[in-house]
């Protein structure tokens, strides 16, 4: 019966972001590792079901270990300089080998539609080709890279219009030039000049690590540019593929991708679960957009209890009426960034006797520990102060350290308006704080 409960309620909290996604374009991009070691077949099932949420989906898979594969059955060395293969013709025709073979296995597994499996009733149409144009990469610092290259340009008319049909649009590692060559190119460059060109809405990269790392080895749940800016400068030293797609994620949301993601390949199902809870499980990296503070009105309604559902459950919140929630609205305040809301409290003034009470301060999990709490406090701080107020008390049953820190004094509960007072819940037995607006 409870994992029932869990399921019932992770679908229902999973639907604001079914609503969002519909219609969106994702590319996630994914190198030759996930076929060859049978990851993608799980993976196959993410995808299906993504595809028929009604997201619009473009694959880019890379296919080093079949290329190694084949350069070794032939006897041919492998050639690399800073991370980047130099394609020589043994190595282009290994290349476009190993592509073609795994654009092929990759299309057959997306074709299945086994009864009583999740690919059951699939109607995966996939649809490759030359979507993207590539030019030499040339000879740089005394190294002829000879068929290895670089993006040129994305056809993004032709791609969108495969994704309009209902298509799934898979690209291998590869550029055409007009004169007819072809070029070896990295999947990190190719996922990102596509996602770039259509202005998708996510770009996924699947990686051998879990994300980033801060100093602790813990991972870094959100990052945005200037951060990851700074990440990069430092040089990043975690695992072999991330100093190449960190990069590129930057680029990406400086190009006006909305959202890109880092994710452990190697976690099943690591794509909904980065997706459709609100914690994720890799790294995200938005752009540097500045968080909004406004008042709430009754759109942010869903928002808002996005934000405090959680820390009802958990017992950090006191659970509020849904009714009384919509008559009460304007006594919130939310905090949005690119335009979800990401935070929110309320400030409830008991004029008589100078004073308010701070309530439902919270932040989402990923937004945490980055200052934003404090933004919200003080803002109420400061919103209590223009009213003439003299003090701002609240009740915390789990939190009174962090307010306290803040210049909270815990008191008795005698200490609050007589009206509060009377609606005390003493089975709860939260904490009174109080704080002295004076002049700040």
């Given at each position: 019966?409870?994992?029932?409960?869990?399921?019932?309620?992770?679908?229902?909290?999973?639907?604001?972001?079914?609503?969002?996604?519909?219609?969106?374009t994702?590319?996630?991009?994914?190198?030759?590792?996930?076929?060859?070691?049978?990851?993608?077949?799980?993976?196959?099932?993410?995808?299906?079901?993504?595809?028929?949420?009604?997201?619009?989906?473009?694959?880019?898979?890379?296919?080093?270990?079949?290329?190694?594969?084949?350069?070794?059955?032939?006897?041919?060395?492998?050639?690399?300089?800073?991370?980047?293969?130099?394609?020589?013709?043994?190595?282009?025709?290994?290349?476009?080998?190993?592509?073609?073979?795994?654009?092929?296995?990759?299309?057959?597994?997306?074709?299945?539609?086994?009864?009583?499996?999740?690919m059951?009733?699939?109607?995966?149409?996939?649809?490759?080709?030359?979507?993207?144009?590539?030019?030499?990469?040339?000879?740089?610092?005394?190294?002829?890279?000879?068929?290895?290259?670089?993006?040129?340009?994305?056809?993004?008319?032709?791609?969108?219009?495969?994704?309009?049909?209902?298509?799934?649009?898979?690209?291998?590692?590869?550029?055409?030039?007009?004169?007819?060559?072809?070029?070896?190119?990295?999947?990190?460059?190719?996922?990102?000049?596509?996602?770039?060109?259509?202005?998708?809405v996510?770009?996924?990269?699947?990686?051998?690590?879990?994300?980033?790392?801060?100093?602790?080895?813990?991972?870094?749940?959100t990052?945005?540019?200037?951060?990851?800016?700074?990440?990069?400068?430092?040089?990043?030293?975690?695992?072999?593929?991330?100093?190449?797609?960190?990069?590129?994620a930057?680029?990406?949301?400086?190009?006006?991708?909305?959202?890109?993601?880092?994710?452990?390949?190697?976690?099943?199902?690591?794509?909904?679960?980065?997706?459709f809870?609100?914690?994720?499980?890799?790294?995200?990296?938005?752009?540097?957009?500045?968080?909004?503070?406004?008042?709430?009105?009754?759109?942010?309604?869903?928002?808002?209890?996005?934000?405090?559902?959680?820390?009802?459950?958990?017992?950090?919140?006191?659970?509020?009426d849904?009714?009384?929630?919509?008559?009460?609205?304007?006594?919130?305040?939310?905090l949005?960034?690119a335009?979800?809301?990401?935070?929110?409290?309320?400030?409830?003034?008991?004029?008589?006797?100078?004073?308010?009470?701070?309530?439902?301060?919270?932040?989402?999990?990923?937004?945490?520990?980055?200052?934003?709490?404090?933004?919200?406090?003080?803002?109420?701080?400061?919103?209590?102060?223009?009213?003439?107020?003299?003090?701002?008390?609240l009740?915390?049953?789990?939190?009174?350290?962090?307010?306290?820190?803040?210049?909270?004094?815990?008191?008795?509960v005698?200490?609050?308006?007589?009206?509060?007072?009377?609606?005390?819940?003493?089975?709860?037995?939260?904490?009174?704080?109080?704080?002295?607006?004076?002049?700040?």
């Amino acid at each position: 019966m409870k994992h029932s409960q869990d399921f019932v309620a992770w679908f229902r909290a999973a639907a604001p972001y079914i609503h969002a996604f519909r219609g969106s374009t994702f590319v996630v991009a994914f190198g030759g590792e996930v076929v060859s070691d049978g990851t993608f077949v799980a993976l196959t099932h993410d995808i299906n079901l993504l595809h028929s949420l009604g997201v619009r989906l473009v694959l880019v898979h890379g296919a080093r270990p079949q290329t190694e594969a084949r350069l070794q059955q032939r006897g041919h060395d492998t050639h690399v300089v800073d991370g980047v293969r130099v394609t020589d013709v043994h190595a282009l025709d290994c290349v476009i080998e190993a592509a073609g073979s795994l654009g092929v296995e990759i299309s057959a597994l997306l074709s299945m539609g086994v009864a009583e499996s999740p690919m059951a009733g699939a109607r995966l149409r996939v649809t490759s080709g030359n979507f993207v144009t590539a030019r030499p990469l040339g000879v740089v610092e005394g190294v002829d890279f000879h068929y290895t290259g670089r993006v040129r340009k994305v056809d993004a008319e032709g791609i969108q219009r495969r994704l309009a049909d209902g298509e799934l649009v898979l690209l291998p590692p590869l550029g055409y030039s007009p004169t007819g060559e072809v070029y070896n190119l990295t999947l990190e460059e190719v996922a990102t000049a596509v996602a770039v060109a259509l202005q998708a809405v996510k770009l996924i990269f699947l990686m051998d690590t879990p994300g980033l790392l801060d100093g602790q080895g813990q991972l870094v749940k959100t990052l945005t540019v200037a951060q990851a800016l700074s990440v990069v400068s430092r040089g990043v030293s975690q695992g072999e593929d991330l100093p190449y797609y960190l990069p590129c994620a930057v680029r990406a949301c400086q190009e006006g991708v909305a959202r890109v993601h880092l994710l452990d390949r190697h976690h099943d199902g690591a794509l909904l679960l980065e997706l459709f809870t609100p914690q994720g499980i890799g790294t995200l990296l938005t752009p540097d957009i500045e968080d909004v503070l406004r008042p709430a009105t009754l759109e942010d309604i869903p928002g808002i209890l996005a934000v405090i559902e959680p820390l009802e459950m958990e017992g950090a919140l006191v659970k509020r009426d849904r009714v009384l929630l919509e008559t009460e609205i304007d006594r919130f305040t939310v905090l949005l960034h690119a335009g979800q809301v990401i935070g929110c409290v309320a400030l409830y003034p008991y004029l008589d006797e100078h004073c308010a009470e701070m309530a439902c301060l919270a932040v989402m999990p990923e937004y945490r520990n980055q200052g934003r709490g404090d933004v919200l406090m003080n803002y109420g701080v400061e919103i209590g102060r223009s009213l003439g107020l003299e003090r701002l008390f609240l009740l915390s049953a789990r939190t009174g350290q962090w307010f306290a820190e803040r210049g909270f004094v815990e008191t008795d509960v005698s200490a609050l308006p007589t009206m509060r007072q009377q609606m005390y819940n003493y089975r709860r037995r939260s904490k009174v704080f109080v704080k002295s607006l004076g002049r700040g």
